[in-house]
């Protein structure tokens, strides 16, 4: 076992002896650090300001709805134009935003509108960067290193999520609200500085740069995007896939987390963050193990496999009343979801081809923005009625997306 191990660790660092990985690294843990500062320092400059929890909601709201609107349109000119830019050019402009918002804060002249129109724009300019980090990747390594190149960028990204707001909270404590934004600022200009640098590869089939040839509308690609994704019924696995773990992190992980933190364990915030630790660290670890691991596994039952443990792990869930075996039971599920990750998206980046690669993961994205709400409203309503019943309800929609991708012989022999 010792020597198999330390014959795959090479292949799991092998992605970052590229110099333009380690800059797309790089790039995109400052960005999602810099996401995370940007919900802290949102709530918290709006709360200072109002001191009202329903204006924090239309804050965010303002920033969410756009970037829901526009990912389809972000990941349609990402098959069009170059990522590397899109990227770049939404690095920037993220950057000077929150320069101007913690500028406005610092002299006294922020208002609530301001905000409302900061996050609006945040959110739009946000939806043209996160199709194109996805969809760069098989321009910047060889199609072999998918794996390993998604399970670094996937703990990466997994990581900043949580040190991203734990930062941003430290610096408001320490200073003032309007500092995390310029920290934020920060973050965006040094993302935009990392990824201009990348050298990508030619796409296949991408378009000439310098090209006049008219094309198709805009609106006529991306319902191009919307057909080849729900066309092809291994790809259509996937995304449904992808859509019900988002359902399950939006809904089960929140409020269910913070139900059975309360009402069933009885350990208060300090469970609800062990739970949420359990959850992200699972996750981290399973990214890393898929991509020392590599290969080509059946994708299908890999998909299979996380849809049924997802479930079962909800009904743990349900009927558990010991802290011990709700944390184990979650860093499970942790794992799996990052295990899966690693070969579901290198499974995209490898099969869909370049020229629209880019509008199938915007849908991807899109299906998941739409899920979370739905989630958070629904698992709202069944908590009312016992947390047994919430996770009951999920633990049967996970089996059921399981028995149906063992239906489906294409899907189970997807490589």
Not at 110 to 118: I, K, S
Not at 294 to 316: F, N, T, Y
Not at 331 to 355: C, E, H, K, T
Request: net charge positive; hydrophobic share 55%.
């Amino acid at each position: 076992m010792a020597t198999t191990l330390a014959a795959e660790r090479p292949r799991l660092w092998a992605p970052a002896r590229h110099r333009s990985f380690r800059l797309l690294w790089t790039g995109q843990a400052l960005s999602l650090l810099g996401d995370g500062f940007s919900v802290v320092a949102f709530s918290w400059i709006t709360l200072s300001l109002t001191g009202s929890t329903l204006t924090l909601g239309y804050v965010l709201a303002f920033q969410a709805v756009p970037r829901a609107l526009l990912t389809l349109v972000g990941g349609t000119l990402g098959d069009t134009w170059s990522t590397r830019t899109l990227m770049v050019a939404s690095s920037w402009t993220r950057a000077a935003l929150m320069a101007t918002v913690g500028a406005a804060g610092l002299t006294g002249h922020l208002t609530v509108w301001m905000l409302c129109a900061a996050a609006a724009a945040f959110g739009a300019v946000d939806a043209f960067f996160q199709p194109a980090r996805v969809s760069i990747l098989p321009s910047v390594v060889e199609e072999d290193l998918l794996a390993p190149a998604n399970a670094l960028l996937g703990a990466g990204a997994r990581t900043a999520a949580v040190v991203g707001p734990a930062i941003g909270g430290v610096v408001i404590a320490l200073t003032q609200a309007p500092v995390a934004f310029l920290v934020d600022a920060v973050c965006f200009a040094l993302c935009g500085v990392c990824v201009a640098r990348i050298r990508t590869r030619p796409r296949p089939g991408a378009p000439k740069s310098g090209s006049a040839a008219p094309g198709p509308s805009l609106g006529a690609r991306i319902r191009e995007g919307v057909t080849f994704t729900l066309r092809d019924p291994r790809l259509r696995t996937i995304v449904a896939l992808d859509t019900a773990v988002n359902f399950c992190y939006a809904g089960p992980f929140t409020v269910g987390f913070a139900t059975l933190a309360d009402q069933v364990l009885r350990g208060g915030s300090a469970t609800l963050g062990v739970l949420n630790g359990a959850l992200a660290g699972g996750a981290v670890l399973g990214t890393l193990v898929g991509g020392a691991v590599g290969g080509r596994p059946r994708v299908g039952l890999l998909v299979a496999a996380l849809a049924g443990w997802l479930g079962a792990g909800m009904a743990v869930l349900g009927l558990a009343q010991s802290t011990a075996v709700v944390v184990a039971t979650v860093l499970a599920m942790g794992f799996a979801i990052g295990y899966q990750g690693v070969f579901g998206l290198s499974w995209i980046q490898r099969n869909i081809p370049q020229d629209v690669l880019t509008r199938v993961v915007s849908v991807d994205m899109v299906l998941g923005y739409a899920a979370a709400p739905l989630s958070l409203i629904l698992c709202g309503f069944l908590a009312g009625t016992g947390h047994l019943a919430l996770f009951g309800v999920v633990a049967v929609v996970l089996a059921g997306t399981g028995l149906a991708v063992l239906a489906s012989r294409a899907v189970r022999e997807m490589r």
